[in-house]
C-alpha cells in the first residue's frame, strides 16, 4: 500500500510538471527534505538544500517569466518536454520498491505522459489566448496554471488518491474537448 501511495504522489506531481515544472520538483525536495517523502535511491539529492535553493530560483524564474507576453509562448516551447522529462523522473524517483522495468514504464507512461497532456492543453490555450487577445489575456492563464500547479502540488502530496483522481478527470476532459474540437474541424458539406 506504502507503494501504491508513493506512486499516486509521483504521478500527482508529474501532472502538476504540465502547469509549471519547477513547482512540483520544490514540492518533491521540500516534503523529501522534511522526511514526508522517501525517493528512490539515485534521486536523494532532489531534497538536499543545494537542490531546494536552485528549485526555489527556478520556480521564481518560470513564474515570473510566464507574465512577460510572447516569452510565455517562447517557454512554452522549452516547457513541453521538459514537463514531460520532469514528470517522467518525478514518478520514477517515488516508485522506489517496483523493478525497473516497472519504475520507468510507469514514470514515462503516466507521469511523463500526464505532464505532457497537461502542458500540451496549456500551450493550445495559451496560443488561442495569443492569437484572440494579442497576449493581453495570457497573464490571466499564466495566474491559473501557477493556482494549479501550487495546489496540484500541495494535494498530490498531501491527499495523493484525490490527486490522480482530479489527475484522471483533468485528462479525460481535455481529451474529451479535443476530439469535440476535432470533430467541428472535420466536419465538411457532402456535395452531391
Known amino acids: 500500500m506504502q507503494e501504491t501511495i508513493a506512486i499516486f504522489i509521483g504521478i500527482g506531481l508529474s501532472a502538476t510538471c504540465g502547469f509549471r515544472i519547477f513547482v512540483p520538483l520544490l514540492g518533491l525536495s521540500v516534503a523529501n527534505h522534511f522526511g514526508y517523502l ?48 520532469a514528470g517522467t523522473l518525478i514518478t520514477a524517483s517515488l516508485a522506489a520498491e517496483t523493478s525497473p522495468l516497472l519504475r520507468w514504464s510507469l514514470a514515462l507512461i503516466a507521469g511523463g505522459g500526464a ?5 500540451s492543453a496549456g500551450v493550445f490555450l495559451r496560443g488561442t489566448s495569443t492569437a484572440a487577445t494579442g497576449g493581453v489575456g495570457n497573464p490571466l492563464i499564466s495566474t491559473g496554471e501557477m493556482l494549479a500547479a501550487i495546489l ?19 485528462i479525460i476532459g481535455i481529451i474529451r474537448r479535443l476530439i469535440r474540437f476535432r470533430c467541428s474541424k472535420i466536419k465538411t458539406p457532402v456535395s452531391l
Open 152 to 170: 496540484g502540488t500541495l494535494i498530490s502530496i498531501v491527499l495523493p488518491v484525490l490527486a490522480v483522481i482530479l489527475t484522471a478527470l483533468i
Open 115 to 119: 505532464a505532457g497532456v497537461i502542458q
Open 38 to 85: 522517501t525517493l528512490s535511491p539515485g534521486f536523494s539529492w532532489v531534497g538536499t538544500y543545494p537542490a531546494m535553493i536552485a528549485l526555489t530560483i527556478a520556480t521564481v524564474l518560470e513564474i515570473a517569466a510566464y507574465y512577460i507576453p510572447w516569452v510565455d509562448n517562447l517557454l512554452d516551447t522549452i516547457a513541453t518536454p521538459g514537463a514531460v522529462i
